[in-house]
């Protein structure tokens, strides 16, 4: 037996099933009273500003257990939200910003991108996961109670809104691209100068690129790469009149749109299958076209591991050219394609109806992602630089003396990421540092963290590096960075077969007066310099040595597979983080029924678990006032009478990415509060990652970062308004209903604004951080 089999050992059966409380229910109007201006005082025993937050006015919550008859059977599969249809619900959100008038053309042309982007994968992953369970025969239902089969009609119906949707909203947008002097124009607004340029342009860059295929008896049909575009044609020979077939693959190796000669103060672009079609009578001379189509296709494009592969890396080299010939489970045709052309297109690659998609306009909209231009930054947000921690400075920029008077937690991406590189690159110079060890699951293509490691290599210090090669999608990209390590003399590590490591740990052993001292760095994020301007992150160093030994032992567990053994302050997955947090709400649970203050915060990007979610319900009927951030999919049904009455889920998506995550537990005291229990933490609450990945959950100890992640960052997000929205038992989401207000309060505009406070240092005693005014801290 392993040590992963027999971790069970070490669960607690914490909150199993949920109960139904008997104690009479009390409700309770809370009273505004807080405001909202800057460093406005907040009376004494208010606990949260509701309204400020952006719920109805009178929201009421039950304080003492339920004895109402659930609205929901607690044990009913309808308790819960199905996940792919709140994946859905999210990209839908992500829609939204790309129709949201605060945000630049631009910038709303991205979101549109990302959502398109967003919805590719989905399709690669998760639709081609469940369509392969249907071709298996698979009936069995997920937590919802809806077999794959179902899931999928549900999808579809869903799915097919959204991309029409996407449709319109690019429609809308080019609209007011043009008025601002960027375009994409049909061949007809081509002027003679155009068309003299194109032909030379088609002539030296692009007809040399292109391989026209004959689809007949001798000519196969070709295959058509993931997420390929390729032109379909009917021809009709002259000197015959034979119809024939061909295919036309659209090069990936030219830009999607061509830049024309600029016209005064206008961009225009004609994308280029348009430049193509332009020139089909030099590509199929002597023919003539009678129809024509252009389509895409999305392959399965999940990886499947054998558990006892010998060699990780080249098992992966060859998942990775099966991941690029997966079947065809999706394919988008333009409207302008004859149904026959589509339907022989469609036999070819053995799709049913249902997997067809005809599509009105453009197609691979992820691709206008090149169509925001840096020239256009007038047309974008404003450009943000990030803070440095201002206590480094005043130490003369050493990492390991400042952070050894007190922990800094970084606030990314308000505060910048050059702060973690500085960390490493100072050990990787640094002669008393004796050992770096580093884990590493998504990094840049010019990363400087690997650059560090392999400096700190080339110097003679002993380097582990833990390079998880089943990120998906960046599996290429890191068995170059293994390799180049190996090279380099790193010791390099993958890990279990069975598990993913997404746990974001750095660890530097310092020989300091004689003796070994440990700095860590703990993160939310990827160690990924060019996300980490855009997504929202946590890092926390410290030099505290019970942080350094758990560190260290976990380091241990995924190179050695070492069970840690009595970790002092870090959970990890899967072996007791499910459990420390179990333990958390059943806690509050406890203080709700003995009549102390009980409240439960958290911020996570996805909240799916089954038992977590039944024991948040349980956590409501006794009264636990619950406040949840959740970004991506939600499973949990909030606001459910007698079942999730004291539940609010919130989904906060903006300029920068949410992707941090917090717990906080209020021990009794309510939130916020000097004396509750505050994590920050690298694991969802799913399955996956609570059960089938290492992840890392680390307390925060020190006031002042327990003060910065709680009373700065948790209130921020939980008052926020420009970019929320909330969720309904329904599993729906509604926009705050102070969203278009010019002073809606916007999280991000505040994290943008306002220096944190543990990486001030004396500058904190000259400018303090405005206070965000929605609670009391109760001390």
């Not at 004494?44 to 059977?73: K, L, N």
């Not at 990314?412 to 540092?433: C, G, K, M, T, Y």
């Not at 020989?511 to 060019?530: D, I």
Request: aromatic fraction near 6%.
């Amino acid at each position: 037996m392993t040590a992963l089999q027999n971790s069970s050992t070490l669960r607690p059966q914490v909150c199993d099933n949920p109960l139904m409380s008997k104690a009479k229910t009390r409700v309770e109007v809370v009273d505004i009273t807080a405001e909202n201006e800057p460093g406005a005082a907040v009376s004494e025993g208010v606990s949260v500003d509701r309204d400020a937050m952006g719920h109805p006015d009178g929201e009421i919550f039950s304080t003492q257990e339920s004895v109402v008859a659930p609205a929901i059977d607690p044990t009913s599969p309808d308790r819960f939200v199905n996940r792919e249809l709140s994946w859905l619900a999210f990209n839908g959100r992500v829609l939204e910003e790309a129709q949201n008038p605060r945000h630049p053309v631009l910038e709303r042309l991205r979101f549109l991108s990302i959502s398109a982007s967003n919805l590719d994968e989905f399709y690669m992953v998760r639709v081609a996961g469940l369509k392969g369970m249907v071709n298996s025969g698979v009936t069995a239902t997920s937590d919802d109670g809806l077999t794959p089969s179902e899931q999928l009609d549900r999808i579809g119906e869903l799915a097919g809104t959204l991309l029409v949707d996407q449709q319109r909203v690019w429609m809308t947008l080019h609209a007011e691209m043009r008025k601002n002097g960027i375009s994409v124009i049909e061949p007809g607004e081509l002027t003679e100068a155009d068309k003299k340029w194109l032909d030379v342009q088609f002539r030296e860059q692009i007809f040399p690129v292109l391989t026209p295929l004959a689809i007949d008896p001798a000519h196969p049909f070709p295959f058509i790469p993931n997420l390929g575009f390729s032109l379909a044609l009917k021809l009709t020979r002259r000197r015959d009149s034979k119809s024939l077939m061909a295919l036309l693959p659209v090069p990936a190796q030219i830009g999607r749109f061509i830049r024309l000669p600029d016209e005064g103060k206008e961009i225009r672009f004609l994308p280029l299958e348009k430049v193509i079609m332009l020139y089909l009578d030099k590509l199929f001379p002597g023919h003539v076209v009678t129809g024509s189509g252009l389509f895409r296709v999305l392959r399965d494009s999940d990886i499947e591991l054998e558990e006892e592969a010998e060699d990780l890396v080249l098992l992966f080299e060859s998942l990775l050219k099966q991941r690029r010939r997966g079947s065809v489970i999706h394919m988008k045709c333009s409207k302008s394609m004859p149904d026959d052309l589509r339907q022989t297109i469609a036999e070819h690659l053995k799709l049913k109806p249902a997997e067809l998609v005809i599509i009105e306009h453009m197609l691979g909209l992820s691709d206008l992602q090149k169509l925001i231009l840096p020239e256009r930054a007038d047309l974008q947000f404003k450009p943000y630089v990030a803070r440095f921690p201002e206590r480094i400075r005043d130490h003369g920029g050493d990492c390991f003396a400042a952070i050894r008077v007190k922990d800094i937690l970084v606030h990314h991406p308000f505060e910048s990421f050059d702060v973690v590189v500085q960390f490493l690159r100072q050990a990787a110079a640094d002669p008393n540092v004796v050992a770096i060890k580093q884990t590493l699951y998504r990094t840049s293509d010019d990363s400087p963290i690997v650059k560090a490691l392999i400096e700190a290599a080339d110097a003679g210090k002993s380097v582990t590096a833990l390079v998880e090669l089943k990120a998906r999608f960046d599996e290429a990209a890191n068995i170059k960075w293994a390799r180049d390590l190996e090279r380099a003399g790193v010791q390099v590590v993958y890990g279990f077969i069975e598990l993913k490591t997404h746990a974001k740990v750095s660890l530097v052993v310092r020989r300091e007066s004689g003796q070994l001292h440990t700095y860590v760095h703990f993160g939310t994020g990827n160690y990924h310099p060019v996300t980490a301007k855009v997504y929202t992150d946590l890092s926390l160093f410290s030099a505290d040595p019970a942080l350094g030994r758990d560190a260290a032992q976990i380091f241990n567990f995924v190179t050695g597979y070492a069970e840690p053994v009595g970790l002092e302050k870090v959970a990890i997955s899967p072996l007791n983080l499910r459990e420390r947090l179990l333990e958390g709400i059943e806690e509050e649970v406890a203080h709700a029924r003995a009549g102390r203050p009980a409240a439960i915060w958290a911020k996570i990007n996805s909240l799916v678990d089954p038992r977590m979610i039944d024991c948040l319900y349980r956590a409501s009927q006794a009264g636990v006032r619950i406040e949840l951030v959740v970004r991506g999919i939600c499973c949990l049904r909030p606001g459910v009478p007698g079942l999730s009455d004291n539940i609010r889920v919130k989904s906060i998506v903006g300029r920068f990415l949410e992707h941090g995550r917090i717990v906080c537990f209020g021990n009794g005291y309510g939130l916020p509060s000097g004396k509750a229990k505050v994590y920050i933490s690298s694991a969802d609450w799913m399955p996956r990652n609570l059960d089938r990945r290492v992840e890392a959950l680390v307390p925060i100890d020190n006031p002042t970062v327990h003060q910065q992640v709680l009373d700065q960052i948790m209130v921020a997000l939980l008052k926020d308004q420009a970019q929320s929205w909330h969720m309904k038992a329904d599993g729906g989401y509604t926009r705050d209903s102070a969203a278009d207000s010019p002073d809606a309060f916007s999280s991000h505009t505040y994290f943008m604004t306002n220096p944190s406070l543990s990486g001030r240092g004396r500058a904190l005693r000259i400018n303090q951080p405005r206070p965000v005014a929605i609670v009391t801290r109760r001390d």
